[in-house]
C-alpha cells in the first residue's frame, strides 16, 4: 500500500464523476495496518453550488474520519 512507504497509519483516496450538472464524489479511508477500507463520502453535488459542496464534503470527510481514527486507535 501506499502508506506503508511514507510511514501513514492511514491513506485518504477517492474519486469524482461529472453528469451534466452534478458531481459525484466519493471518498474512503484505508487502515495500512490491517487493509480495511471504511467508506467515507458518496455524494452528488450541484456544480453551480460550489461553496456549499466543498463546505459540505470537507465537514463530512473531518467527522466521519474523526470518528473512525478516534475508534480505532482507542
Given at each position: 500500500?501506499?502508506g506503508?512507504?511514507?510511514?501513514?497509519n492511514?491513506?485518504?483516496?477517492?474519486?469524482?464523476?461529472?453528469f451534466?450538472?452534478?458531481?459525484?464524489?466519493?471518498?474512503?479511508?484505508?487502515?495500512?495496518?490491517?487493509?480495511?477500507?471504511?467508506?467515507?463520502?458518496?455524494?452528488?453535488?450541484d456544480?453551480?453550488?460550489?461553496?456549499?459542496?466543498?463546505?459540505?464534503?470537507?465537514?463530512?470527510v473531518?467527522?466521519?474520519?474523526?470518528?473512525?481514527?478516534?475508534?480505532?486507535?482507542?
Amino acid at each position: 500500500l501506499i502508506g506503508k512507504g511514507i510511514s501513514a497509519n492511514y491513506v485518504l483516496f477517492g474519486s469524482f464523476t461529472i453528469f451534466e450538472d452534478e458531481i459525484q464524489i466519493i471518498t474512503m479511508l484505508t487502515n495500512v495496518h490491517t487493509s480495511q477500507i471504511h467508506p467515507i463520502v458518496s455524494q452528488y453535488y450541484d456544480k453551480a453550488d460550489k461553496k456549499i459542496m466543498i463546505e459540505n464534503l470537507s465537514n463530512t470527510v473531518f467527522d466521519k474520519l474523526e470518528k473512525l481514527i478516534v475508534r480505532e486507535d482507542s
